[in-house]
C-alpha cells in the first residue's frame, strides 16, 4: 500500500499513538508522517532520527530493484582522488551529493558528576592526601628552580611542567551551559560583538533551523591553532561579515563551539573537521529527504572576509529558492490548518448552540408534561375528594334525627345563616350536641334533595377524614362555637338564637360586616 493511501482512520490502536508521538515531537504534517512512520515499521524511535538526521537509502527496497533489474557493471577506471580534487570541476559534471547532518549524542543537562562509592573514598583518602601534598612540594620546587621540570618533563606529571602550561580537560557540562560559557569566553577575549550565537546545544540549533528553515553557519575554533585569533578578528568580526550575518534576508544562525568542549569535539568528528577555524553551512535540503539537514558548504583554515563571504553567499543563492517553495507550502499548509481550525472552531459553536437549544426544549417540554402530570393528578384527587365528601354527606345526612315535634319544650329554636344567603329555621333537641348543627349545614343540601326512594345504608367511604370547612358564630354578642369544645345544643346555644355560617379563612372585617348586617330572628 503506497503511503500517500493510507488511510489514518483504518490504523490500530498502536499504529494512531505512534503517529501522534511523532507528530508531537516533529510538528510534521500526518500527509508526510505516514509514509515515513511506514517505511520504519512503526518504530517511533527510528521515525524521528530519520526527520532529524535524514533518511538513508531503503536497503529492503534496493533488494527488490537489484531482484528486478540485475545491475550492470561499470567499466573500471582508474582514478587518482587528489588529482581529481585539484582539478577544477566542469559544469558538465554531475554535483557531488550533499552531506548529510547528523545529530549527536551529548551529556545531559541534569546528568549528576559521578561520584565514587562511599567505602572506596575512604580507603583512597590517605593517597589523595598524598598526591595533593606531593603536588603542592612540586608545584613549590617548579616555581623556585624553573629547570626542574624541564629537566623531569618525561617522569613528571602535567602539574610539574609550570603554572602556566596547564593543560587540564574544561569541566564537562550540559549542551546549553557548554555554550552559554563558550559565548562568555568568547566575549572575554574579543569584546563586545554583535554575532547572534545560539546559547544552546547543536542538537536544538540544527532543530531550529529545520523549523524556522534557516540557515545553520557551524563555527568550531581550537585554542591551540595560530590562525584561530588572527580568523576571527579579520574575518569573522569584520563589518562585512557581521552585517551579512545580521541582515534579516540571509536567515542565518550560528552555533560555535570549542572543541577542547565535549559536544564541539564530538561535533567536529562529525562533519569530518580536519582543519581549524573551520566553518559549515547547514540548512534543510527537501530534494534530499523532507526532513533532511545537509552540509552545503565548507569553509576550513585561515580565509579573508571575502572568500568567506563568497562562499557563503555562493552556498545561500543556490538552495534559498528550495526553502522559498517550502516555506510558501509551509505558509499553505498552516493557512489550510487555521482555516480548518476556524471552521471546526464555528461548527463546534454551531453545535454547542444547537445542543443548547435542545436542551433548552426538552426542559421546556419536560417542565410541560410535569405540569400537566401535576395538573391532572390535582384534578384527580380533587374530583376523588368531591366523590369522598358527597358520600360521606349522604352517609351523615342517615344518621341526622328528625326534627322534634312543635309542642317538644326541650327543642331549641335556631336560625341559620348560610354562607348562600339563604336562612333556615329549625328545631334541635336540646341534648343534641353540637356537632349536630355543623352535621346538618354541611348535609342541608343533601337532605333538601334527599326523598323516600333516596333511603338506604350508605356506607361511610374509606380513607377519608371529613373536616368542616366553616363555623358558626352569634352575630351580636359575637360568639363562636368551635366544634372542638363539644357540649350540648341547649348548653352552648341556650333555647334559641341566630347563627351565621362563616367559611373558615375569611377576614375578620368581612366577617363584622357580615355580623352587622345580618338579620336576627329570634
Known sequence: MAGEDIDPSQLSVSQQDAL????????????AALPLLQRSEWNVQIAITKFFDGEGPDPVAEARASLDSPPTQPPRQPQNLMHDDLLPRSPFRP?????????????????????????????????????????????????????????????????????????????????????????????????????PLLENGYNMALEKAHKELKFLLVLLFSPEHDDTNSWIRNTLLSPEVVNFVNDPENQLLIWAGNVQDSEAYQVSNSLRCTKFPFAALITHTPNVSSTAMSIITRVTGPTTAAEFLEKLRTAISQNRSSLDRVRSTRAE?????????????????SLA???????????????????????????????????????????????????????????????????????????????????????????????????????????????????YDFRLVSPMPRAVYEIEAGGSVRERIGRGGNLLVESIGEDDDDEDEDGENGEIDG
Open 95 to 195: 554535483p557531488r551529493a550533499v552531506e548529510p547532518a547528523t545529530r549527536i549524542t551529548t551529556q545531559s543537562e541534569y546528568e549528576p558528576p559521578y561520584r565514587p562509592p562511599f567505602l572506596l573514598a575512604i580507603f583512597f583518602t590517605p593517597f589523595n592526601i598524598l598526591y595533593r601534598l606531593l603536588s603542592s612540594s612540586f608545584r613549590i620546587f617548579g616555581t623556585l628552580f624553573p629547570f626542574l621540570p624541564r629537566l623531569f618533563n618525561v617522569i613528571t606529571t602535567p602539574v610539574l611542567q609550570g603554572i602556566s602550561g596547564d593543560t587540564r580537560g574544561r569541566r564537562s557540562l550540559g549542551p546549553k551551559d557548554t555554550a552559554a560559557r563558550f559565548v562568555r569566553e568568547f566575549e572575554e577575549e574579543y569584546g563586545t560583538h554583535t554575532l
Open 353 to 467: 448552540q444547537d445542543r443548547e437549544r435542545a436542551r433548552q426544549r426538552r426542559e421546556a417540554e419536560a417542565a410541560r408534561e410535569r405540569a400537566e402530570r401535576e395538573a391532572q393528578e390535582q384534578q384527580t384527587a380533587t374530583e376523588k375528594q368531591e366523590r369522598q365528601l358527597d358520600q360521606w354527606k349522604r352517609w351523615r345526612a342517615q344518621s341526622i334525627p328528625a326534627e322534634p315535634a312543635a309542642d317538644d319544650k326541650e327543642a331549641v329554636r335556631i336560625s341559620i345563616r348560610l354562607t348562600s344567603g339563604e336562612r333556615v329555621v329549625r328545631r334541635f333537641a336540646g341534648h343534641a350536641d353540637i356537632e349536630e348543627l355543623y352535621a346538618f349545614v354541611e348535609c342541608f343540601d343533601v337532605l333538601q334533595n334527599l326523598t323516600c326512594d333516596d333511603e338506604g345504608d350508605v356506607e361511610e367511604p374509606e380513607e377519608f377524614e371529613h373536616k
Open 20 to 31: 501522534q508521538t511523532y507528530l508531537a515531537v516533529t510538528g510534521q504534517e500526518p500527509a
Open 333 to 349: 499548509q498552516q493557512a489550510s490548518r487555521s482555516l480548518r481550525e476556524e471552521q471546526d472552531s464555528a461548527y463546534e459553536r
